[in-house]
T-cell receptor, first 111, second 114 residues
Framework: GNSVTQMEGPVTLSEEAFLTINCTYTATGYPSLFWYVQYPGEGLQLLLKATKADDKGSNKGFEATYRKETTSFHLEKGSVQVSDSAVYFCALSRNTGKLIFGQGTTLQVKP | DTAVSQTPKYLVTQMGNDKSIKCEQNLGHDTMYWYKQDSKKFLKIMFS???????INETVPNRFSPKSPDKAHLNLHINSLELGDSAVYFC?????????????FGPGTRLLVL
C-alpha cells in the first residue's frame, strides 16, 4: 500500500543552520508529494508540493525535489529561523483523494 | 475571509456525551474531508464527501457520523464519546474528488474527553 516515512524528531538546530528533513515514500504509479507545516496550536498549511519526477517545490526558502529513483522528497532550507519552529509533515496523494501522511517531524530552532 | 473554518476550536466534554463539530469552506470546492490527529501528531483520513455524497469512509467506529447539508459544509457528529476520541479533528477541502490536488485545511478542533 501507499505510505510515507519521515525521519524521527525532534530536530533541534541553532538559528541560521542548514535544515534537512528526510522523507521517503512507497506508492504505486506517480503520486503527488507535499510538505505541510503545523505551527504550534494551528492547523496545517501547505508549504510546497511537486507533482512529477524531478519537479522542485519551493516556498519561503524551503525546497524539496521529487526523486523517483530514490522515492524521496527531502525538505531543505539553507538558513533556519526561530519562526520556522513547527511540525513538518510529508504527504502523498494518489488519485483516490486521500492524503497519506508521514508521522511528522518536530523542528525546534534556538536563537 | 477564512477559507476553511471549523467550530468549535476547543471542545471539552464528558465520556458518554454526544457532540458535533462543524466545518465550512468558502473556496467553492466540491470535496471535503475529515482527518483525525492523535496525541502523537499522526494524521489519518476518516471521511470524504463530494458534493454531499460520501465517497471515503475509512475504518471508523459507527459512533462517528458525518453529514454534508451542501457542498460547502461538512459536519461530524460523535455519539457516546470515549476517552480514545480525544484528538484534534481537521476539516479539509479540495477542488475535485479523486485527484492529486492540494487539500486546504481548517484550524482544527481540539476535543478532550474526560
Amino acid at each position: 500500500g501507499n505510505s510515507v516515512t519521515q525521519m524521527e524528531g525532534p530536530v533541534t538546530l541553532s538559528e541560521e543552520a542548514f535544515l534537512t528533513i528526510n522523507c521517503t515514500y512507497t506508492a504505486t504509479g506517480y503520486p503527488s508529494l507535499f510538505w505541510y507545516v503545523q505551527y504550534p496550536g494551528e492547523g496545517l498549511q501547505l508549504l510546497l508540493k511537486a507533482t512529477k519526477a524531478d519537479d522542485k517545490g519551493s516556498n519561503k526558502g524551503f525546497e524539496a525535489t521529487y526523486r523517483k529513483e530514490t522515492t524521496s522528497f527531502h525538505l531543505e532550507k539553507g538558513s533556519v529561523q526561530v519562526s520556522d519552529s513547527a511540525v513538518y509533515f510529508c504527504a502523498l496523494s494518489r488519485n483516490t483523494g486521500k492524503l497519506i501522511f508521514g508521522q511528522g517531524t518536530t523542528l525546534q530552532v534556538k536563537p | 475571509d477564512t477559507a476553511v473554518s471549523q467550530t468549535p476550536k476547543y471542545l471539552v466534554t464528558q465520556m458518554g456525551n454526544d457532540k458535533s463539530i462543524k466545518c465550512e469552506q468558502n473556496l467553492g470546492h466540491d470535496t471535503m474531508y475529515w482527518y483525525k490527529q492523535d496525541s502523537k501528531k499522526f494524521l489519518k483520513i476518516m471521511f470524504s464527501y463530494n458534493n454531499k455524497e460520501l465517497i471515503i469512509n475509512e475504518t471508523v467506529p459507527n459512533r462517528f457520523s458525518p453529514k454534508s447539508p451542501d457542498k460547502a459544509h461538512l459536519n461530524l457528529h460523535i455519539n457516546s464519546l470515549e476517552l480514545g476520541d480525544s484528538a484534534v479533528y481537521f476539516c479539509a477541502s479540495s477542488p475535485q474528488r479523486d485527484t492529486q490536488e492540494t487539500q486546504y485545511f481548517g484550524p482544527g478542533t481540539r476535543l478532550l474527553v474526560l
